[in-house]
């Protein structure tokens, strides 16, 4: 069963090209990092904050085409722990109802997730949290 | 009358933030510089140079949205140039041949034409291409 997550705490720090952020369990205290890049971390906290840019980003972009085309974000999904490496699913619901998945690095989903209101939720199977708790190298997303 | 182009010059320099990638009129020698963040400008040069990353990053993303809700990349076109900044549209082909147009910045939407297999045609109105070349200031894109 996927345990809930929320994002929790962002840590950037200019002089070093990896950010970490950190997604804790909903209604619990289980909490680990995603280390990502600092592009992707200034889009998540840039968001965060609600900083609306004159043109579209990138994410922003990804969100018109969603809508464009009669779609919408379901869920973020992390799935898989390999090789110090998070992997994610981003889920869209078709407007046939239908819901298909897509592989995301989780940066890019959580860039997504956490600007929708009411915000998109975020999963990590049971599996991949244990992993990620058990693992103090803090793997990267 | 919109005026083909394609990427003809990718300059990055590691020690400025702003880089800059040039369109040339395809058939003809009108070219001009759209100055790009460091980040578009590595995204671009690692998609023409077909490096595959192991997880989908940010346009990859895109590419699999689409794909996965039936559309197809269609065209870019630079619509304007307001500000010394220019805009663009990515034009999407639906399932049901409707074409949407959904704004983007031009080094989003020239990320993702360049590496698609035919490439998506890149088009500049006659308009912006005219202030493009009378411009010295090198707008950003």
Same mark, same amino acid.
């Given at each position: 069963?996927?345990?809930?997550?929320?994002?929790?705490?962002? +840590?950037?720090?200019? $002089?070093? *090209?990896?950010?970490? @952020?950190?997604? &804790?369990?909903? #209604?619990?205290?289980?909490?680990? =990092? +995603?280390?990502?890049? $600092?592009? *992707?971390?200034?889009? @998540?906290?840039? &968001?965060?904050? #609600?900083?609306?840019?004159?043109? =579209?980003?990138?994410?922003?972009?990804?969100?018109?085409?969603?809508?464009?085309?009669?779609?919408?974000?379901?869920?973020?999904?992390?799935?898989?722990?390999?090789?110090?490496?998070?992997?994610?699913?981003?889920?869209?619901?078709?407007?046939?109802?239908?819901?298909?998945?897509?592989?995301?690095?989780?940066?890019?989903?959580?860039?997504?997730?956490?600007?929708?209101?009411?915000?998109?939720?975020?999963?990590?199977?049971?599996?991949?949290?244990?992993?990620?708790?058990?693992?103090?190298?803090?793997?990267?997303?």
């Amino acid at each position: 069963m996927p345990v809930q997550v929320e994002l929790s705490r962002i +840590i950037l720090c200019e $002089i070093s *090209e990896k950010q970490a @952020i950190y997604l &804790r369990e909903v #209604g619990g205290i289980r909490e680990f =990092p +995603i280390i990502i890049g $600092i592009y *992707e971390a200034s889009c @998540i906290d840039r &968001r965060v904050k #609600g900083y609306h840019p004159p043109r =579209p980003l990138t994410h922003d972009l990804m969100s018109g085409i969603i809508h464009a085309l009669e779609a919408d974000f379901e869920s973020v999904v992390i799935t898989e722990l390999v090789d110090e490496t998070y992997y994610a699913k981003l889920c869209l619901r078709r407007n046939d109802n239908a819901v298909l998945e897509i592989d995301s690095r989780p940066s890019d989903a959580i860039a997504i997730a956490v600007t929708r209101s009411p915000a998109i939720p975020i999963y990590v199977t049971e599996e991949v949290l244990s992993a990620a708790l058990a693992d103090n190298n803090k793997p990267q997303g």
